[in-house]
């Protein structure tokens, strides 16, 4: 499993990397493992553009992933659901 990935997706909008193209690139090393992801979209849209950068950033990271995954599973407050 890989676990923390909105911390990498952080670190890749800080230095200016795209994280997608960087998992699109490198799909053999985590195409058959189970990837951990936070959703940070919801909320208020932050003032600073990082932030706003980073957001944006991951819910696209996001969307790559789920597209390719075989199942998607959303846990929100402790309850799991299979959204693919």
């Known amino acids: 499993a890989v676990y923390g990935t909105e911390g990498f997706v952080l670190e890749c909008a800080s230095a200016g990397m795209d994280a997608t193209d960087f998992f699109r690139e490198n799909k053999k090393f ?22 706003r950068a980073f957001r944006e950033m991951n819910g696209r990271l996001m969307l790559y992933l789920a597209g390719e995954a075989d199942e998607v599973h959303r846990i929100f407050c402790g309850l799991g659901k299979r959204v693919k």
Do not use: A
């Open 30 to 51: 985590w195409q058959e493992k189970v990837i951990i992801i936070t959703d940070v979209s919801q909320g208020i849209v932050p003032i600073d553009k990082k932030t």
